[in-house]
């Protein structure tokens, strides 16, 4: 395991927190691991016996591969790259791109598929699966429906507006409703500026790289998400990378930086920006914030903070992380979120200091290039937020968060007292149950969805290759019923599968 066998272990500086900080990441037991390679070796070793009967023509071979007029050439298709799609992936292919029909909130419809090559093609076969318990979707305040305030607002101004914009920002794709969306979101994070993209993930792979360059230092969080290790790289910035939410292993790396400067030169670096998250969507843990931001400031460096996960699921407010703490919001540099998990909508946006996103207007290819944000999606956002800040005179946001906060404390405990591994933050509404065996990933995926319940089940390379995962996304949607159908069979299904 690469972790402690639980965050206690991590000395911090408990006098940031006001209240208890607790997460827990078991180590892997020695036996488990030592089966999990097996069976990762035995895979292999099938995985390479197939490879010589599909070379001999024994087994058809359903991989593209180069005509044989082609061989002389460089390889369009790099064979060894595709040996865990070929061989391990192509054994579970069915739990996952599963086609749903209805609107992902706390129960979902399926349409049917069979397959008749294992795996290789689907075919659908009419029949759709009804009321199946959603514990996949991101949906943590239950925002996913297609009837009430936020339906209602975004169907208006689809009559308004149409569906689509057809230009950038800075053109002829500028609405009135883009730019209340801004102020609103300012208001709610408590920063003086924001800006909205139509893309979560171009939010963090276009903007890091207008913001840093050469003679820029990153130091960026070993989890962090593929959006802002992508953003990193395109950036040119050189990119250092710390142990997960080990305040001791950034320190140090804040401190390298400051003696040595820039490798060969030895000149101070341009900026340093230390790039986290608020919860991290495969581990379930929650930034050690107050931390981050006492070194940032002793340091004098900067903080990209992304809260995909954290906005609208974590506070009293539902403000993300900053809330949860207690912290002031101006001490993080870049505020960056999506609206895609708690807002159900889509997109992504930026805040932070009014010279930020002026800048950002300015320099950012999502503000440039890519065409603005729907408008009913944008109506979504302004809606939901509205109700989650309790301005549209009702309470429904307040007891959403509620809602929210007691589902997770509940889920969490049952599980934790059936004794299941479960890494994370006894407060983060993403729950990773510990699989590890290559061959549960795809029993557990399935036989959830015979007994009706859909979840996400995550192997390598989502995950180091020993830590396969089943994750459950608790929602305010979810009853309480709802969560005990799921918690009384995940032990049925994970003995019966040992």
């Known amino acids: 395991g690469h972790r402690n066998a639980s965050n206690q272990n991590v000395p911090h500086n408990s006098s940031l927190y006001k209240k208890p900080f607790v997460e827990s990441f078991e180590e892997t037991p020695l036996w488990v691991a030592v089966l999990t390679y097996m069976g990762y070796g035995i895979l292999t070793i099938f995985g390479y016996l197939r490879d010589f009967l599909r070379h001999w023509n024994i087994e058809k071979c359903h991989v593209a591969r180069e005509r044989d007029e082609q061989k002389d050439f460089v390889p369009l298709y790099q064979d060894f790259e595709n040996f865990y799609t070929r061989n391990l992936y192509m054994r579970i292919r069915d739990n996952w791109n599963r086609p749903i029909c209805s609107v992902p909130g706390a129960k979902v419809d399926l349409v049917e598929r069979v397959t008749r090559d294992y795996n290789w093609t689907f075919e659908h076969t009419g029949k759709v699966v009804k009321d199946i318990i959603n514990m996949g979707s991101y949906n943590y305040l239950g925002f996913a429906e297609n009837t009430g305030a936020c339906a209602d ?42 800006m909205a993209f139509g893309m979560g993930f171009a939010t963090n792979s276009m903007n890091i790289p207008a913001l840093m360059g050469k003679g820029c230092l990153i ?3 070993e989890l962090n998400h593929t959006s802002l290790v992508l953003g990193a790289r395109l950036s040119g910035s050189t990119i250092r990378v710390f142990k997960h939410n080990n305040m001791q292993s950034l320190e140090k790396l804040l401190r390298d930086a400051i003696v040595h400067g820039q490798p060969r030169t030895h ?78 909508a889509a997109g992504g946006y930026i805040g932070g200091k009014k010279e930020l996103i002026d800048y950002l207007r300015r320099h950012s290819h999502s503000a440039m290039y890519a065409t603005s944000m729907s408008p009913p999606v944008a109506q979504q956002i302004i809606t939901s937020m509205k109700i989650i800040m309790g301005e549209d005179g009702t309470t429904l946001g307040a007891d959403r968060l509620r809602q929210l906060s007691q589902n997770t404390t509940y889920f969490r405990r049952s599980l934790h007292e059936m004794g299941f591994i479960i890494y994370g933050n006894e407060d983060s509404p993403v729950v990773p149950l510990m699989l590890y065996m290559p061959a549960k990933i795809g029993a557990f995926g399935r036989e959830m969805l015979k007994r009706n319940i859909g979840t996400v089940v995550v192997g390598f390379p989502a995950t180091p290759i020993i830590e396969s995962r089943a994750r459950f996304c608790v929602s305010a949607a979810h009853t309480r019923e709802m969560l005990d159908t799921v918690s009384r069979l995940i032990p049925f299904l994970t003995f019966s599968l040992h």
């Open 153 to 194: 607002a975004a169907l208006e101004v689809t009559k308004m507006y149409g569906a689509g914009v057809g230009s950038t920002r800075c053109e002829m794709g500028n609405l009135d409703i883009h730019e209340e969306m801004e102020q609103l979101v300012a208001r709610f994070l408590g920063v003086e500026s924001a």
């Open 219 to 221: 130091l960026s969080d």
């Open 267 to 344: 000149r101070p670096w341009k900026k340093i920006l230390i790039v986290v998250e608020g919860i991290y969507s495969m581990e379930g843990s929650i930034v050690r914030l107050p931390e981050v931001i006492a070194l940032k400031k002793r340091y004098k460096a900067y903080l990209y903070l992304d809260e995909a996960h954290s906005i609208g699921a974590l506070g009293p407010n539902g403000r993300g992380v900053v809330d949860y703490f207690g912290l002031d919001s101006k001490d993080v540099d870049i505020m960056m979120g999506t609206f895609t998990k708690s807002f159900g």
